[in-house]
C-alpha cells in the first residue's frame, strides 16, 4: 500500500468535477474550530482548493453544500445534530455532483466500510491530513476513490475474513480490536456496542475459527492482515 492510494473508479459529472484549470470548491465540515482550522490551512496550501464555506454540524454542513454546489464535501464522521452518514446518503442522492471525502480519528475499517458504502468517495485518518488529504480532495474532484493505506489494508483483510472464513463484519472488526489488545470493555466503548454484545461476538467468532486462546487469535488476525501493529497499541488511543 501507497500513501497515494487510488481505488475504484466513479462516474462523475465532467462539468463538476475536476475543473480543468479552476480551483476545487470544497466545504468544509468539522465541530472543532481549531481542526476546521489546521484542515483549512492544509488545504488552501494546495493552490487549486479553494475553501467555500464551513460547517460545525450536520444541518449545516447539509445546507452550505446544496446552496454552493461544491466539488467536494470535507466531513467529519461524528458531527453533532445528526448523522454523518445519513448526511451522505442523503446528499449523494440530492445533490449528486458534490463528491464527499471522509476526514476522522476512525482507523476502524467497519466505519470505513459504512461511510464508502453510504456514497462516500473518500475516508482519510485526520493524523496523516498533512500527508493524504490534499491527494484525497483531488482524487475525489475526479469521482475517484482514495482511502488512507493502514484503512485500506484493514479493509480488505475484513473482505477477506468475511468472504473464506464465515465472520460478520462486525464479528472481524472484534477480531481486529482483540489483536490489537483491546479489552471487551475498551472494546465495547470504541464500537459503541454493549459488552454483553461484545462478548457474544467475541464466543462466535472463537467458535467460527475454532480456536481457543487469545494468543491463537492474534496470530490469525496478523495472518489475514487486519492488524499490522503490535498488539496493545491502540490503548490509550483516542477516538471520535
Not at 29 to 38: I, S
Not at 188 to 214: D, Y
Request: proline content about 5%.
Amino acid at each position: 500500500m501507497t500513501a497515494s492510494l487510488q481505488l475504484a473508479q466513479l462516474p462523475t459529472s465532467p462539468a463538476r468535477t475536476d475543473p480543468a484549470g479552476a480551483p476545487i470548491k470544497l466545504v468544509l465540515a468539522d465541530d472543532h474550530h481549531v481542526v476546521r482550522r489546521a484542515l483549512r490551512l492544509w488545504l488552501e496550501s494546495e493552490k487549486n482548493v479553494e475553501v467555500i464555506a464551513e460547517a460545525g454540524d450536520v444541518p449545516t454542513a447539509i445546507r452550505h453544500v446544496k446552496r454552493h454546489l461544491p466539488h467536494v464535501l470535507l466531513l467529519d464522521l461524528r458531527m453533532p445534530n445528526g448523522s454523518s452518514i445519513e448526511a451522505i446518503r442523503r446528499l449523494r442522492q440530492e445533490v449528486p455532483e458534490t463528491q464527499i471525502v471522509v476526514a476522522t480519528m476512525e482507523e476502524s475499517p467497519l466505519f470505513a466500510r459504512q461511510a464508502l458504502d453510504a456514497g462516500a468517495v473518500g475516508y482519510v485518518l485526520k493524523d496523516n491530513a498533512d500527508r493524504e488529504l490534499q491527494a484525497a480532495v483531488r482524487c475525489a474532484a475526479r469521482g475517484e476513490e482514495y482511502v488512507s493505506p493502514c484503512v485500506a489494508a484493514r479493509l480488505e483483510g475484513l473482505q477477506r475474513a468475511a468472504k473464506d472464513d464465515g465472520l460478520s463484519p462486525r464479528e472481524t472488526d472484534v477480531l481486529r480490536l482483540i489483536a490489537l489488545g483491546l479489552t471487551s470493555a475498551e472494546i465495547s466503548g470504541r464500537l459503541h456496542l454493549s459488552r454483553r454484545t461484545v462478548e457474544s461476538h467475541r464466543r462466535r467468532i472463537h467458535r467460527k475459527l475454532g480456536l481457543g486462546k487469545r494468543s491463537e487469535l492474534v496470530r490469525y488476525a496478523l495472518s489475514r492482515h487486519l492488524v499490522g501493529d503490535p498488539p496493545d497499541a491502540a490503548r490509550g488511543s483516542t477516538s471520535r
